[in-house]
Structures are given as structure tokens and as C-alpha cells.
């Protein structure tokens, strides 16, 4: 089923799935796997670009060589801008450190070197949206409509499970970013589908 909100087409199982990251579990291999980098926007480039003093000694060896001889983008087989990648599926921006969750400590997990220095207060810019927006992919269409769909993917199996156990739809778990893309009041009108698709029974 697909929705309508301010000619933004959704499909509906982003309101009715559950999702949650479980980092102690997949260890943000999401950055890892794949044969293509995230989808960026030329001014996600500029930021990229901008920023890339900060992060690059967080870098590996390969991914600074593959950012020299290419850059921090380029065009995949589908014909969209995404960030460069190491051996034909790390993003090159991944790096690694322990992480604190819920008092325990995750060892060696994948991160982005942006958002880990966005964290730590040192630069102002976190990531590319389709990476904050995930497991939502953007796409728009040939008549320059806009659409959301839900990626599944086996990578986050785990982050499945912990939706459904917290009883957490995808559309609540990316709250925040949903509204930094397209704002409260169209945020506030897809809580209004959702409720009245829960009301149908719809899944």
C-alpha cells in the first residue's frame, strides 16, 4: 500500500514494521557491507569535503588512498552519487572504537568518522541523511516525486527482532531524522496515517 503526504509517496510498511538498531549485536556492519557506498547529494559532498581535515587520520590507509586517487564520491551502476568504498563494499569513512550501550561495552564496532566527531562536539556536521534515515531509502521518481520505501536487509536481521520486541515502527525509530528531512508538520501527518492504518488492521 502506498500513501500520499504532501506528494511524498510512502510506502506503508515503514508505519507498520518494526525496526531498532542493536549495535551489540551487528556491530554497525551496515557500513561494511554492500556493493555500493550511502547515497550523498552534492551539498552532503561539500560538507563531506569540508570536514575531511577532522576526520582523515581516523581513516585506514586503503580508504585515504581510494579518497586520493577517486574522491569522497562517485557514480554507482544505478546512476546515483554515493560515498567511495574500499574493496568493493566498506564505506570509506568507517573507522572503529568501543562503545558504551546500556552498560556494556562493544568492542572494535563500525562507526562513521563523521558522526563520532559530531558527537564529541567537534564538527557541526553528523552524516549523509540516507544514512540517518536507514533502513528508509529516498528515491525520486522520473516525475520528480519523491518516495520512501523500506529496504530490508539480512545485515539487519537483529535490528528486526529488537523492533519487534520493543514493539517499535520504523517510522517511530527515525523520528528525528524523518522531521530534520521533512519537518514536524509532515511528520505529524504521517502519525495521523499510521493511526488510522492501525485502526484498518493494515500490515
Known sequence: MILDIENILISSDILTECFCCDLTKCKGKCCIEGDAGAPVTLDEIGEIEDNLDEVWQDLSA???????????????????????????????????????????????????????????GKIKWCKPMSCALYPIRVKTLSNGITA?????????????AKGNELHLPIYKFLKAPLISRFGEDWYAQLEVAAEEIAKQGIR
Open 62 to 120: 586503503s580508504a585515504q588512498s581510494v579518497i586520493d586517487a577517486q574522491g569522497v564520491a562517485y557514480t554507482d551502476k544505478d546512476g546515483d552519487l554515493v560515498t567511495s568504498i574500499v574493496g568493493g563494499k566498506d564505506c570509506v569513512f568507517t573507522c572503529y572504537d568501543n562503545l558504551k550501550i546500556d552498560d556494556e561495552i562493544v568492542e572494535n564496532c563500525c562507526l562513521c568518522a563523521y558522526e563520532r566527531l559530531y558527537r564529541q
Open 148 to 160: 520512501l520505501s523500506y529496504h530490508r536487509w539480512d545485515v539487519c536481521k537483529d535490528a528486526v
